[in-house]
């Protein structure tokens, strides 16, 4: 009998457990949500702010160089870019790096053509990682020509999907 009611007790922490790291690892915001404005220096020295784009459509990406799962991900973001930028999609990529010339060479390596790319040196303690509440990557948030948040981590397929009815369309 104790040992079923201890082991009940150790399921029901762990449940708790994975719960509280499942919702500690959540970005801040969700989708409805305005997005918050931030001002940071692009690869190329120059400052931008997120609300820059306002007007278009505006992937958020949160990534890095030593990212697996980011480096995957990046030809269909590349393949995306090409396919509606001229019709008003940007993106704007805040890397999570220790190296410069890593990130550097990752954004060459996978031919990111897009011109919004900034840098973060500290380990989700940044300030753009922390107003967000980053704590894994990769991190995406599609944002309307108005800035509100559309969705959150959507696949490369729903962004094909979102965007192409919404740029198609003109809605």
Same mark, same amino acid.
């Given at each position: 009998m104790k040992s079923s009611t201890t082991r009940l007790i150790l399921i029901a922490a762990a449940i708790?457990?994975?719960?509280?790291?499942?919702?500690?690892?959540?970005?801040?915001? !969700?989708?409805?949500?305005?997005?918050?404005?931030?001002? !940071?220096?692009?690869?190329?020295?120059? &400052?931008?702010?997120?609300?820059?784009?306002?007007?278009?459509?505006t992937?958020?990406?949160?990534?890095? &160089?030593w990212c697996g799962p980011c480096r995957?991900?990046?030809?269909?973001?590349?393949?995306?870019y090409r396919k509606y930028h001229e019709q008003g999609f940007e993106i704007f990529s805040v890397a999570i790096e220790q190296n410069q010339r890593n990130w550097q060479r990752a954004i060459a390596e996978d031919?990111?053509?897009?011109?919004?790319? &900034?840098?973060?040196?500290?380990?989700f303690g940044g300030p753009v990682s922390r107003q967000y509440n980053i704590?894994?990557?990769?991190?995406?948030?599609?944002l309307n020509p108005e800035g509100d948040i559309m969705g959150v981590n959507p &696949?490369?397929?729903?962004?094909?999907?979102i965007l192409g009815d919404r740029l198609n369309t003109g809605r």
């Open positions: 708790l457990i994975a719960v509280i790291w499942y919702r500690y690892r959540q970005p801040r915001f !969700v989708a409805g949500e305005k997005a918050p404005d931030f001002q !940071v220096t692009l690869i190329d020295g120059s &400052s931008a702010r997120l609300s820059d784009t306002k007007g278009k459509y992937l958020l990406q949160f990534w890095g &160089s995957s991900e990046n030809p269909y973001l590349v393949a995306l031919g990111l053509i897009w011109p919004r790319h &900034s840098m973060e040196t500290v380990d704590r894994s990557i990769p991190a995406l948030f599609l &696949s490369p397929e729903e962004l094909d999907k």
